[in-house]
Nanobody
Framework: QVQLVESGGGSVQAGGSLRLSCVAS????????MAWFRQAPGKEREGVGN???????TYADSVKGRFTISKDNAQNTLYLQMNSLKPEDTAMYYC??????????????????????WGQGTQVTVSS
């Protein structure tokens, strides 16, 4: 079983940057579609972006050009580099993995049901 642990959240002023990490442990093969989601208070969890086994990433329109997803297979770590942060980026950020497929990402970015493994989340707060 794979476990995911996020870190790197914190408080930052608008325009600032943060890098989130998600370390996978357990039965890791790196042949997963992995994703970042976020959930603000009172709102539904939404997809930020995902990355497939070949390293191809897809992003939500709201973060395109500001956020970058990458992974280090040797370290079993997924990253989310967030630049030019806005107050509306304030949310709990979660990483997720689909360990049931062949490593490619399917469905829309908001398809929570595509992912069977979730981390506990890390809070990002952006002040104006």
């Amino acid at each position: 079983q794979v476990q995911l642990v996020e870190s790197g959240g914190g408080s930052v002023q608008a325009g600032g940057s943060l890098r989130l990490s998600c370390v996978a442990s357990g039965d890791t093969s790196n042949n997963y579609c992995m994703a970042w989601f976020r959930q603000a208070p009172g709102k539904e969890r939404e997809g930020v972006g995902n990355i497939d086994v070949e390293g191809d990433a897809t992003y939500a329109d709201s973060v395109k050009g500001r956020f970058t997803i990458s992974k280090d297979n040797a370290q079993n770590t997924l990253y989310l580099q967030m630049n030019s942060l806005k107050p509306e980026d304030t949310a709990m950020y979660y990483c997720a993995a689909d360990t049931t497929g062949a490593g490619y990402c399917f469905g829309s970015l908001d398809s929570l049901h595509e992912y069977n493994i979730w981390g506990q989340g890390t809070q990002v707060t952006v002040s104006s």
